[in-house]
């Protein structure tokens, strides 16, 4: 019904910077909130920022005055831009929506993630 794909990881020295993008395809209506959310290994799947469909934000504190989350509405697409990177950033990111689908119907929708990886 929904498919949430994130693209923009990789490999990046401490100090610099990624940007992450998700794009939902399939049944949409509209989207609510979307979001990042990581997995380091070894550790839980931790809150990163959320971004309302008005363009409202929320950050976790470990990421706040380093990353912004931003969308593009008309192409349902949410960005995580990553600045000043860390070891400690280093994780799978995962994209995550609540998605109202053409049948009016709501699901909570993940993407299959993506790695970042920094080096110190």
């Known amino acids: 019904q929904v498919q949430l794909v994130e693209s923009g990881g990789g490999l990046v020295q401490a100090g610099g910077s990624l940007r992450l993008s998700c794009a939902a395809s399939?049944?949409?209506?509209?989207?609510?909130?979307m979001g990042w959310y990581r997995q380091a290994p070894g550790k839980q799947r931790e809150f990163v920022a959320r971004?309302?469909?008005?363009?409202?934000?929320n950050f976790a504190d470990s990421v706040k005055d380093r990353f912004t989350i931003s969308r593009d509405n008309a192409k349902n697409t949410v960005y995580l831009q990553m600045n000043s990177l860390k070891a400690e950033d280093t994780a799978v990111y995962y994209c995550?929506?609540?998605?109202?689908?053409?049948?009016?119907?709501?699901?909570?929708?993940w993407g299959q993630g993506i790695l970042v990886t920094v080096s110190s």
């Open positions: 971004i309302s469909s008005g363009g409202s934000t």
């Open positions: 995550e929506a609540m998605v109202v689908l053409s049948t009016r119907s709501t699901v909570n929708a």
């Open positions: 399939g049944s949409i209506f509209s989207i609510n909130d």
